[in-house]
């Protein structure tokens, strides 16, 4: 299969090719060899809601816009049902502006920020847990041949990874179908990304899967059903908090998906095994991913 054929499912993929994500350094090797590599780019991104700053990120700079929509509605600063009249980026000064019809007051959310064990925008609000209770997730099933068949996919996808690694993805996916392909230096960047994706495009998010290549923290398991995706998956582990809150609002969650291996630590009543482990193929070195990170 070759890479046309991997990109053909994809509404948004990866473009390792752009410019403006990498720069090549050079530097010795191991022998004191001169070596040439490709690293990733990190630019600040400062995210404004209408007249207010409410933080810098730091990220590859594409999709400045989603990224800036997904991370207030990730933050429960922008409601779903908010009329967002405006989201400019200036490319000059790195800011995003995102406005609403109504404007809103936040700086008791943000005197109640907290830090996380995240990359890049690891801000968790000290309320985030109070927007999980009124989440329903709905109960659809998620077919084992179709998860074998998205890390096959997902895995051998061109992208800035296998690129030049230090990186992180994160798929929003529909049945074997991968949808939306984000990138970014930290796995909140690439998640919020597609949260606002979701939110421009109307989206639905109980028919979807979520698949990222970081590790399942809690702050991963909050904004995946705060967005009202059942089914989220990784190549990485867990942690214990994560499986937690996973349990409690009744979301599926997926780790350690290698090869013919993976283990369901909550929601394992949505999983329908219609596929023998036995017979999925086992990946080989070149197209193992461990996530960067992870």
């Given at each position: ?7 053909r499912?994809?509404l ?6 752009d ?29 404004y ?8 990120a730091m990220t590859i ?15 429960g ?5 908010d009329?967002?009249i ?9 800011v ?7 404007e ?15 990359c890049?925008?690891?801000t968790?609000?000290?309320?985030m ?8 997730l ?12 998205l ?13 030049a ?6 798929v ?8 939306v392909?984000m990138?970014?230096?930290g796995?909140h ?7 606002g ?25 909050i ?34 998906m290698r ?35 992870a």
């Amino acid at each position: 299969m070759n890479n046309e054929d991997f990109l053909r499912d994809y509404l948004i993929a990866p473009n390792p090719v752009d410019d403006r994500l990498t720069r090549a350094v050079t530097g010795l090797d191991q022998e004191g060899n001169e070596t040439t590599i490709s690293v990733v780019e990190e630019r600040p991104l400062t995210i404004y809601l209408n007249s207010r700053e409410i933080v810098t990120a730091m990220t590859i700079g594409d999709y400045p816009e989603y990224l800036a929509l997904g991370f207030l509605l990730n933050q429960g600063m922008l409601l779903p049902e908010d009329e967002v009249i405006g989201v400019q980026f200036d490319e000059e000064l790195e800011v995003v502006v995102v406005r609403t019809a109504v404007e809103t007051n936040h700086e008791e959310k943000l005197a109640k920020k907290t830090r996380t064990s995240g990359c890049a925008v690891g801000t968790v609000f000290g309320d985030m847990m109070e927007g999980l209770e009124g989440v329903a997730l709905p109960d659809m099933q998620v077919r084992t041949s179709d998860l074998y068949s998205l890390a096959h996919k997902i895995n051998r996808t061109p992208s800035l990874y296998l690129e030049a690694g230090a990186i992180h993805g994160t798929v929003l996916c529909q049945g074997a179908r991968p949808l939306v392909y984000m990138e970014d230096v930290g796995r909140h960047n690439a998640v919020d990304k597609i949260a606002g994706w979701m939110f421009q495009e109307s989206a639905t998010a109980g028919d979807k899967v979520l698949y990222t290549t970081g590790r399942l923290t809690s702050e991963m398991v909050i904004k995946t059903a705060m967005m009202g995706i059942p089914v989220l998956a990784s190549r990485s582990g867990f942690t214990a908090w994560g499986v937690e809150i996973a349990r409690q609002v009744g979301l599926t969650l997926i780790g350690r998906m290698r090869g013919q291996r993976f283990v369901c630590l909550s929601g394992e009543g949505r999983l329908l095994r219609d596929a023998d482990p036995k017979s999925v193929v086992e990946e080989d070195k070149k197209h193992r991913r461990k996530g960067a990170g992870a």
